[in-house]
C-alpha cells in the first residue's frame, strides 16, 4: 500500500518561498496524479494544484497561479510544491494527496509558519 | 466558479443516524467524494463517487447523491465518527471542496 511521507515543519519570513516535499513509498508513483491541499488555522480544505508526475504536467487553481510550482521527481518518487511571496495568510498545514480521481492516500501534512 | 453548500455544523445523538449534506447546482449530474478529518490528522476518504465505500470504512457509513444535494448517511453514530466531513467534485479543471460539517456525537 502506498504511503506519502512529506517534508517537516517550516517557518519562513514574509516574501519568501517555501518547498515542501512529499514522498511515496511502497507502490508506483508515476501513474497517478499528486494534488495538494492546504488547510490555514480553523479553516476548511483547499486545493492548490496538481501534478501527473508520468506527464510531468501540472495544474494550479487560479487563485494560486503564478505563486505555486507543483513538480515531480520521478526517480525518487517525490512530488514538491513550492510556494513564492509568502504572506501570513499562507501559515497553514499543507497536505499532499494521491488523486485517483478522488483522493485515497494522504500525506500527514506539513506546517508552514510564516511569520516576521 | 463552482460552489459546495455544507452546513457548518451538526449534532447527533449516540446510536442514531446523521445525515450531512452538501449542496450545489446539479451536483447530482457530478462523482461527489466524502473526507473526515479528526483533529491533528490528515483527511481521510470515507466515500468516492457518491456512494462507494473503501476497503476500512464501517458499513455505516453511506452515501448519495441527486439533482442538488448529495447527502453522507452515518447509521448508529458513535463517539469517534466525531469530526469534520467535506464533501469534493471536480468542475471545470478544479477541485473543489465544500467548506466542512462539524459533526458532534452526543
Known amino acids: 500500500q502506498v504511503q506519502l511521507v512529506q517534508s517537516g515543519p517550516e517557518v519562513k519570513k514574509p516574501g519568501s518561498s517555501v518547498k515542501v516535499s512529499c514522498k511515496a513509498f511502497?507502490?508506483?508513483?508515476?501513474?497517478?496524479?499528486i494534488s495538494w491541499v492546504r488547510q490555514a488555522p480553523g479553516q476548511g480544505l483547499e486545493w492548490m494544484g496538481g501534478?501527473?508526475?508520468?506527464?510531468?504536467?501540472?495544474t494550479y487553481a487560479q487563485r494560486f497561479q503564478g505563486r505555486v510550482t507543483i513538480t515531480a521527481d520521478e526517480s525518487t518518487s517525490t512530488a514538491y510544491m513550492e510556494l513564492s511571496s509568502l504572506r501570513s495568510e499562507d501559515t497553514a498545514i499543507y497536505f499532499c494527496?494521491?488523486?485517483?480521481?478522488?483522493?485515497?492516500?494522504w500525506g500527514q501534512g506539513t506546517v508552514v509558519t510564516v511569520a516576521s | 466558479s463552482y460552489d459546495l453548500t455544507q452546513p457548518l455544523s451538526m449534532s447527533v445523538a449516540l446510536g442514531q443516524t446523521a445525515r450531512i449534506t452538501c449542496g450545489g447546482n446539479?451536483?447530482?449530474?457530478?462523482?461527489l467524494h466524502w473526507y473526515q478529518q479528526k483533529p491533528g490528522q490528515a483527511p481521510v476518504l470515507v466515500i468516492f463517487?457518491?456512494?462507494n465505500r473503501p476497503s476500512g470504512i464501517p458499513e455505516r457509513f453511506s452515501g448519495s447523491n441527486s439533482a442538488n444535494t448529495a447527502t453522507l448517511t452515518i447509521s448508529r453514530a458513535q463517539a469517534g465518527d466525531e469530526a469534520d466531513y467535506y464533501c469534493?467534485?471536480?468542475?471545470?479543471?478544479?477541485?473543489?471542496f465544500g467548506g466542512g460539517t462539524k459533526l458532534t456525537v452526543l
Open positions: 501534478v501527473i508526475p508520468i506527464y510531468g504536467k501540472s
Open positions: 469534493q467534485v471536480w468542475d471545470s479543471g478544479t477541485w473543489v
Open positions: 494527496a494521491r488523486d485517483i480521481n478522488w483522493f485515497d492516500i
Open positions: 463517487r457518491d456512494t
Open positions: 446539479n451536483i447530482g449530474n457530478k462523482h
Open positions: 511502497g507502490g508506483t508513483f508515476s501513474s497517478h496524479a
